[in-house]
């Protein structure tokens, strides 16, 4: 896949990948209708809306857009979403919801999908009519809480829905047995064109391990992170054991280096430099820098 990446995907009889090359969204559809796995960006929406209209999926039969975790890049889209599907039910854990409920959380977050999705229409091509941005007069509408343990439906498909928690609080993760699918969001770590990169354990280094275990050992046919590429078999299983083992060196180095005396500040520059290129850049620096300190901090817990 490379940038550009703008029609449907399909991936099992019943699921897709949606969006464009730098932001995924998943389309399941079963007997009893169809579901959203992630919202993408503000600039996405009208992109996934014409491409479930391209498919001939009805609007109201798409009764849930699931949000995996509460970072702007994943539910950006949700205004746009939402007042293109009049009868999904917004649906996530409490702690994704409740950034949605803060003003000043929601104007933070605009700010982050404004920047990422003026570098996602450049780079790939959108068209930028019909975008509907976040903004703080954003509201929830109709919504449902899940967490991790629960089983669910989405579209009379049957759902498991696992902990993503290491990577942002309340993180979800989704396991759809029918297809053999793991919709893992960014718990796998960043996908680039080059395959595994940049550590994203922002809550627990440790957590965020286990859930890439629970991933390996469910032994997917698909693997459908948030971005860039998609994996299928032996090519999925490499990917997870391969994040888990860069993850892993990233944060011995780092514990290394600081009990050698390197300073928080200066391993956070050193992971900012080594990362901060190619696909990453569609977030701005100081985002990015921040979630770089986030890592370091990580890894020092253990």
Sequence with gaps: ????????????????RLG????????????????????????????????????GVPRREVHNIV????????????????????????TASQESLK???????????????AYASGEITRRDGLDPAGSVPLSEGFKLGRTAVIKAGDEMELGGL?????????????GLLFWLPDFGAALCADSAGFVTAGGPAFPMFFVSYMQYQQELA???????????PGHQQYWRGRDARWFLQTSSVRIAEDARYIRKRHKDGTTPEDLTRWL????????LTIYTPDNIYYCCGLIVKRSLEG
């Design 1 to 16: 896949m490379g940038g550009g990446l703008t029609e449907p995907v399909q991936l099992a009889d019943g699921l897709w």
């Design 20 to 55: 464009c090359y730098h932001m995924a969204v998943y389309l399941v559809r079963g007997p009893a209708g169809a579901a959203l796995v992630e919202a993408g960006a503000g600039a996405t929406s009208p992109l996934v809306l014409a491409q479930l209209d391209s498919l």
């Design 67 to 90: 949000i995996t975790h509460g970072h702007a890049d994943h539910i950006g889209g949700l205004p746009g979403l939402a007042a293109g599907l009049p009868d999904a039910v917004i």
């Design 99 to 113: 950034p949605l409920e803060k003003t000043s959380t929601i104007v933070r977050l605009a700010a982050e999908d």
């Design 158 to 170: 049957p759902v498991e829905v696992l902990s993503g928690g290491g990577h942002a609080p309340g």
């Design 214 to 224: 629970v991933l390996s050992d469910l032994g997917p046919d698909l693997l459908c």
């Design 272 to 279: 900012f430099d080594r990362y901060y290129h190619g696909e």
